[in-house]
């Protein structure tokens, strides 16, 4: 899309006859892909890097307030300003890729489609990108697999053969991005794709999407050892889940229910007993056995590890990982005071666990993984860790629809269980992408509504 892109002036010679040769190439089930990512916001401000004649601001245009087109050819914005005429919520641009002419952290979410292949640098291209999201923005990338064709940098003006989907994965994360998915659109460029030969191509074309960082870690780390400290339940408490911007509607009415019984609670030590900051039952589904090894993720001030202890018995072993040190303090006073001796608390986090690989039989979490900024490095962590055949069992809370940026931003709503929340598909399919199989998803008991979105638990469970 540059100026100065060796592409350039292949796009100039085919604006006018672009809509028909794309169709050879890629169809709507590509832009139908990239925005099923997007979890679009009716008040978002978006842009369309590499724009085009307008294939992807098409769908976008309807969905959201504001539609930035962005393209380096001035002949195919002429043709999609003709295309889009209908719409009045557009904004043309003609620009060099490196140097959009965006400011910064101004766009809820950045779209290209079939543009990075034509970039002479790719990171550069994905960094200039970021640099014009907001945090908590997602950047959605749809181009094509590592293929063999040479032919299409002569024919197409193509400066790379696809790229390898562990190398987009890569890129995503040295720009910031976190929450990383890479996956097929479905599509595959084969039957009209062909050169002037004949040649024909079959390619397969994926879409990435990655969420800019808010970095949260250290406003939720000194939430919870106030919480510690003090013996709050954050989410058993109004106050303390109400965020500075975002609001739970009705929050005296929303039901933070563990699920837990009296006969989970039986003989554990009131300073876990009576503190918990979960908004689920991780163990209700995990069917632990004599002798298993658990790891709970967050395990906070130890409730779920203590009932996991007396399930798996003194022949088994449970080890609590949490990133707060008050947590950890509190929990291990409960461990001697009740007397379990098979279970140890350690230091860490959910995207560093410090656990060995294949150590583990089953990972508990409650309302954890959602404080945890990178939620795919914490579920491929999870993966690590566990043995083959091993269960994961999680609590935690997602979202219904859309939300903006803007309203996950704030400190007290990661610290609230909300703002670090991803809609529900995007949640499981991170699950997905860290390896996990046999993926079952259980509406769970809290609930609520947050920027009139609804806001709820769900018990996730998984297998190695």
């Known amino acids: 899309m540059s100026t100065t892109n060796p592409s350039a002036a292949y796009f100039e010679q085919v604006a006018g006859q672009w809509d028909h040769l794309r169709t050879g190439y890629f169809r709507e089930v590509v832009r139908e892909a990239a925005i099923a990512k997007a979890y679009l916001h009716p008040k978002m401000a978006v842009a369309d890097v590499g724009a085009g004649t307008g294939f992807l601001a098409t769908g976008l245009a309807p969905l959201v307030e504001k539609v930035h087109l962005l393209d380096g050819s001035a002949a195919k914005l002429d043709v999609a300003r003709k295309n889009l005429a209908q719409f009045n919520n557009l904004e043309f641009h003609l620009a060099d890729g490196l140097a959009l002419p965006l400011p910064d952290a101004s766009l809820d979410t950045v779209f290209a489609n079939m543009y990075l292949h034509h970039c002479p640098n790719p990171l550069d291209a994905i960094g200039e990108m970021v640099r014009i999201l907001r945090p908590g923005g997602r950047l959605i990338l749809t181009d094509m697999d590592a293929h063999p064709y040479e032919w299409l940098k002569a024919e197409m003006a193509d400066l790379w053969l696809g790229f390898e989907r562990a190398q987009i994965r890569a890129w995503f994360e040295q720009a910031g991005l976190v929450n990383v998915i890479v996956d097929g659109t479905g599509e595959l460029c084969q039957s009209d794709c062909q050169s002037k030969a004949g040649e024909h191509a079959d390619i397969r074309i994926f879409v990435a999407a990655g969420t800019k960082r808010i970095a949260a870690r250290a406003t939720v780390q000194a939430s919870y050892a106030a919480q510690a400290l003090g013996g709050t339940s954050c989410c058993s408490e109004a106050t303390c889940c109400t965020p500075d911007v975002i609001s739970l509607d009705e929050i005296s009415s929303v039901n933070w229910d563990g699920g837990y019984t009296a006969t989970d609670k039986a003989d554990i030590p009131a300073e876990a007993a009576d503190f918990s900051l979960g908004c689920g039952n991780p163990l209700a589904m995990a069917g632990l056995s004599e002798g298993e090894t658990v790891l709970d993720i967050g395990s906070g001030g130890g409730l779920d590890a203590f009932i996991a202890a007396k399930r798996v018995g003194p022949s088994g072993r449970v080890i609590g990982v949490d990133m707060t040190p008050a947590m950890l303090q509190r929990a291990r006073r409960a461990a001697q005071k009740g007397g379990y001796d098979n279970v140890n608390f350690k230091h860490g986090y959910a995207e560093e666990l410090p656990v060995l690989d294949a150590s ?105």
């Open 360 to 464: 583990v039989d089953v990972i508990i979490s409650n309302c954890v993984i959602n404080l945890a900024e990178d939620k795919g490095k914490a579920f491929r962590e999870a993966y690590r860790v566990l043995r083959k055949g091993g269960r994961l069992e999680v609590n935690d809370m997602v979202f219904g629809g859309a939300i903006l940026p803007a309203a996950r931003t704030t400190a007290a709503g990661w610290a609230g269980c909300i703002s670090g929340a991803l809609p529900e598909p995007e949640y499981v399919d991170l699950v997905k992408q860290a390896g996990f199989k046999d993926v079952a998803v259980r509406r769970s008991t809290s609930a609520g509504l947050s920027e009139g979105v609804a806001v709820y638990s769900v018990q996730v469970s998984a297998r190695k």
